[in-house]
């Protein structure tokens, strides 16, 4: 480096002059395709390095000891500098190196040989940096075209931004205001004289100073609060105004004096003034305040506006807050709050919301309830005086009505019992009769169902005997024991037809207050659903026992069980589970009978079950018998009622019958039956099979298994059945195209009108309520049928003469149809598109296609295939296509097999319809 004289060339790169030799040469090291050809800075530092700042090509390091060139740049895919336009370098005392640039600082890591881009302001923002100098006491100062920036090198943190944690003004802006000529200064126009003067020129001039002149101000004064105004008038130490005196307050010193201000809440409008007493450069403060108590983030503002006014505030206590410092500054304090202004502020509230005025609040809303709970009270005791008189009366009527209510029931009951015994007597008959085979069954039919019949009113009376006070029952002592093997070896008959295993453990003598009308219905119900709801070779167990004082009769079987979620239901009237078996009919009295006699009796009931692994009953009474009150027992054997169990036991026990499908006969038309009630199932088989051949089926998923492989001509459906419902049934038949042309008639209990509209949103062609009319049934049958019939006829015209398209079919067929057209629009032309291509094109299987072509139309798939290219080349003919062509295009094999169809199909040969059709159009 010594004896030598360096420049930088524009648009040559770099050169040095050799005092000794008088030469100007390239240096060696600095090949010439890696010299920049505009350099703006050269900067020889302390550790013999020269740095070479460029236009647009970054940074260029020599180190004359090591030998060693290092290049900064920034490219495509890396940064390594703020900015590739480098206008200044700079060594501070420390040795570090500091770099300027069209994109800001930069400081110099030797340790990891990279570039630390800093900010020079708090919001981050970076300024062209055009040079740098240091002076005397450590500063550096940079010009930007934002005017001189004076700061520490050691006021720099982490997040490459100035910290003022190192001195209370370690960064200080300067601009026009200051005395510069200019905020935008020029690059490389930057001097540090001999003397410590420091030269700066800009677009407008230069400045020069000496930097020692600027004295650091290490103590900052706090800000002083000047002035109170209250509804916008100055408030004087000891004087008072219009203003003041109606509010009478009165400032006892000087506010910048005070420590705590005390205002009324009738001050509702005040403002407070501030200065930070700083003559030298008060333009350049910036002042931030806050009010805790009503927000604590700071609010600020410039040195023009010294003012904080505050205006309908709350009554309590609040702290004004008030800093400031200069532009360029950080709020930073090094932690210390030593230059915040503090002012405490309490506003007294109105008398109404004084401590004293909440107390008598808080008196009037205790003694408020009070008197009006202590009059109430009053009346209510007046109230329960009348009322006690008003429930004995009307305790008196009700005892009255429900012996009424009983009397009727009663009648009703010999009035439904005397028809029915009309019904079974003849039934009777006719089962032991010498009749017919089919007259006995349907004489047992009649005689069963009558019983079952009979059963339910019973049941329904026992509810509502039950309902009565008990203190009009007599109390009875009764043998339990007997009493339940009693019923028991009634069921013994049952258990060995259905091969059910049944066992029952009795302890003798134990003794129960109760009837035997009350007790033998609750075993006999729940034994009458376990024996229902198990399967053959199932297994059910009774025992009865006494403990702890309490009897207990527990009755478990193995069978189908029921839901968690409806164990909480089956008591309800008229309930049945979800999870009925298919050939057990439930009417929902029998269990809710049981809960009220249990009730009535002092007991309790239980049930636990699981699904697809049984159900367990356990009824308890805590009303145990002294043995030596024999004397007053009542055996079983008077009280039993023996025909009512008998009667039990015969209606249940009534054949498993499953009405089997047997092969149909194809010469008549075939329904089928969708009916979880066998015996209903059976009875409409018998009297259809004369005139239809008839499929069953039990549920309806059962039953669109059965409508998709048979393409039955009717459906007949009940609605509430297992698995899938009526409603269910309708649309799954309904939105298939295999079976959606197939009629359905809803046969159901269910007659209310919504239950109708919702059968027939879903479909349904007729809606039918039970107990329905045979012949009514018949008649819409047959009517369907016609219907159906009617439909084919008209489309098979139609298609005859080439326009079954405006023929007028329901929804469904007129899909299906479609499906068809699209099918042969897009391959009638193809000679081996057959009727096997078409049902795989629109989802059907052959057999499924040809059964729904049967049932729709009453022709075969291939037939409509042949019909419908036969039209299409009648169409070609009459546009004066070739009949060589036609034939071909229309998918025939040859022209005079198209020859042939033709004339089998219109009784003339193509030629002969052309000539016809165009004498036709000549006339």
């Known amino acids: 480096m010594f004896n030598k004289i360096w420049l930088s060339a524009t648009n040559l790169g770099l050169y040095y002059f050799d005092l000794s030799t008088s030469i100007w040469q390239r240096p060696a090291w600095l090949p010439k395709e890696k010299s920049p050809l505009f350099i703006n800075q050269l900067y020889y530092d302390n550790n013999d390095n020269i740095w070479i700042g460029s236009l647009s090509e970054g940074i260029i390091r020599y180190n004359f000891t090591s030998k060693k060139l290092s290049s900064y740049k920034n490219t495509k895919n890396k940064t390594i500098l703020s900015g590739n336009w480098i206008k200044s370098f700079l060594q501070d005392s420390s040795g570090d190196i500091w770099v300027g640039s069209s994109q800001g600082l930069m400081k110099y890591q030797a340790e990891t040989d990279s570039f630390q881009f800093l900010s020079l302001r708090e919001d981050g923002t970076k300024d062209t940096i055009y040079g740098l100098l240091q002076d005397d006491n450590d500063f550096i100062w940079a010009s930007t075209n934002q005017g001189l920036v004076r700061f520490h090198p050691n006021s720099f943190d ?31 126009a930057f001097l540090k004289a001999k003397d410590g003067t420091f030269y700066f020129g800009g677009t407008n001039g230069f400045n020069s100073f000496n930097p020692l002149d600027f004295i650091d101000d290490s103590i900052v004064n706090s800000p002083v609060i000047s002035e109170l105004k209250i509804f916008n008038q100055s408030v004087s130490v000891n004087e008072t105004s219009d203003t003041t005196d109606k509010y009478k307050f009165t400032l006892p010193q000087p506010i910048h004096m005070i420590s705590e201000l005390n205002l009324s809440y009738q001050h509702q409008l005040f403002s407070l003034a501030f200065s930070a007493m700083n003559y030298d450069n008060a333009s350049q403060q910036i002042y931030a305040y806050r009010l805790i108590g009503l927000f604590d983030n700071w609010i600020e503002t410039d040195s023009r506006s010294r003012i904080a006014t505050f205006s309908g505030l709350p009554p309590g206590n609040y702290q004004f807050q008030v800093k400031s410092k200069t532009s360029g500054e950080s709020w930073n304090l090094n932690s210390r709050n030593d230059n915040i202004t503090e002012l405490s502020i309490n506003i007294s509230p109105p008398w109404w919301m004084s401590y004293y005025a909440y107390f008598v609040y808080l008196f009037i809303l205790v003694m408020i ?15 329960a005086i009348d009322l006690e008189k008003e429930v004995k009366l009307r305790t008196s009527q009700l005892k009255t009505a429900l012996i009424q209510k009983e009397e009727v029931f009663t009648n009703i009951s010999h009035e439904f019992r005397t028809p029915l015994t009309l019904m079974i007597g003849p039934a009777e ?40 006070e008990e203190i009009d029952e007599p109390h009875n002592i009764l043998d339990l024991s007997q ?8 069921f013994d008959v049952y258990a060995s037809s259905t091969q059910i295993k049944f066992s029952y453990q009795i302890k003798n003598n ?23 709801y198990t399967p053959d070779k199932g297994t059910i167990k009774l025992k009865l026992f006494q403990r702890n004082k309490k009897i207990s009769c527990e009755i478990s079987d193995n069978g189908q069980g029921i839901a968690t979620n409806e164990l909480d239901k089956i008591f309800d009237r008229f309930y049945r589970s979800s999870n009925n078996k298919e050939n057990n009919q439930s009417s929902g009295i029998g269990l809710a009978l049981v809960k009220a006699l249990v009730n009535k009796t002092n007991g309790k009931i239980e049930v636990f079950s699981s699904l697809e692994k049984g159900t367990q009953f356990l009824v308890r009474w805590n009303d145990v018998i002294n043995h030596s009150m024999t004397a007053t027992i009542q055996r079983s054997k008077d009280l039993v009622n023996t025909t009512y169990t008998e009667k039990e036991i015969s209606i249940l026990n009534f054949p498993h019958y499953q009405p089997q499908n047997k092969p149909l006969d194809k010469t008549k ?62 649309e799954k038949i309904k939105t298939n195209h295999i079976t959606s042309h ?35 049934l018949s008649l819409h049958i047959r009517n369907l049928l016609n219907e159906r019939e009617n439909l084919k006829k008209q489309f098979c015209i139609a298609l005859d003469n080439d326009h079954w398209d405006t023929v007028d079919l329901p929804k469904e067929d007129d899909d299906f149809l479609n499906s068809l057209n699209n099918a042969m629009n897009a391959h009638y032309s193809e000679q081996d598109f057959q009727a096997t291509e078409l049902a795989k094109i629109i989802g059907f299987s052959e057999r499924q296609l040809q059964r729904k072509f049967k049932a729709f139309s009453g022709i075969t798939p291939t037939h409509f295939m042949r019909q419908w290219r036969l039209n299409q080349s009648r169409r070609l003919l009459l546009q004066r296509h070739p009949i060589g062509n036609i034939a071909l295009d229309c998918g025939f094999s040859s022209q005079a097999y198209f020859g042939k169809c033709f004339k089998q199909q219109f009784s003339m040969t193509p030629s002969e319809y052309l000539d016809l059709k165009t004498r036709q159009l000549d006339s």
Do not use: W
């Not at 309830?369 to 009270?377: A, D, E, K, M, N």
């Not at 998709?708 to 009526?726: A, T």
């Open 158 to 188: 982490n997040t490459n931004s100035f910290d003022n944690s190192h001195s209370l003004i370690s960064v200080r802006h300067f601009n026009h205001n200051d005395g510069l000529q200019g905020n935008e200064f020029n690059t490389g």
């Open 369 to 383: 309830p009070y008197l009006f709970f202590h009059q109430r009270s009053k009346l209510i005791r007046i109230r």
């Open 429 to 468: 008959e006719l089962t032991n009769s010498q009749y017919h085979n089919d007259i006995k069954r349907t004489g047992d039919r009649i005689k069963r169902n009558g019983e079952l019949l009979l059963r339910l009113v019973n049941q329904l009376l026992g509810i509502a005997r039950s309902e009565q």
């Open 483 to 490: 009493l339940v093997e009693h019923i028991c070896q009634r």
């Open 510 to 532: 134990i003794l129960i207050n109760a009837t035997a009308e009350q007790i033998e219905p609750i075993i006999s119900n729940i034994l009458s659903n376990a024996f229902k």
């Open 669 to 730: 038309p075939c329904l089928l039956i969708v009916e979880d009630h066998n015996e209903l199932k059976e009875y409409l088989i018998s009297r259809l099979s004369t005139d239809y051949a008839c499929l069953s089926a039990s549920n309806g998923e059962q039953g669109v298994e059965f409508a998709i492989k048979h393409q039955p001509k009717v459906i007949i459906s009940d609605i509430m059945m297992p698995k899938l419902d009526g409603y269910g049934l309708c």
């Open 742 to 776: 197939i009629p359905i008639i809803l046969l159901t209990a269910k007659a209310d009108k919504t239950s109708r509209i919702k059968g027939l949103i879903k479909e349904a062609n007729i809606y039918l309520s039970k107990p329905f009319d045979f012949n009514e």
